[in-house]
């Protein structure tokens, strides 16, 4: 069974930091390029961040540029997102997301080979 797992979620004060983690199973993480994408409330879906399987390169939105940072240990079939700067505009659900062999620079679900079930994050005050 196909999993993926995001954890590390909840509320952090602008200017401060989480870190969420994605815990994959029951596929070939290491053959698969990992995405964060997000939702903030009353928008569409974002794309924020991807790498590639084999750790080759990074990339990341323009409105996180600088501030998020995403890692991978295919030992361990996990990706995480180190999100430093918080701003409240930073306030919404993410995703993990896996797609076989190409980084997709997308929010679109159906670019997606697998989906997590997403996690709340919220910068406020």
């Known amino acids: 069974q196909v999993q993926l797992v995001e954890s590390g979620g909840g509320l952090a004060q602008p200017g401060g930091s989480l870190r969420l983690s994605c815990a994959a199973s029951g596929f070939t993480f290491s053959s698969y390029a990992m995405s964060w994408v997000r939702q903030a409330p009353e928008k569409g879906l974002e794309w924020v961040s991807g790498?590639?399987?084999?750790?080759?390169?990074?990339y990341y939105a323009d409105s996180v540029k600088g501030r998020f940072t995403i890692s991978r240990d295919n030992a361990k079939n996990s990706v995480t997102l180190q999100m430093n700067s918080l701003k409240p505009e930073d306030t919404a659900v993410y995703y993990c997301a896996a797609a076989l062999g190409i980084l997709r620079l997308s929010s679109r679900r159906d670019e997606y080979d697998y989906w997590g079930q997403g996690i709340q994050v919220t910068v406020s005050t």
């Open positions: 790498i590639y399987s084999d750790n080759s390169d990074t």
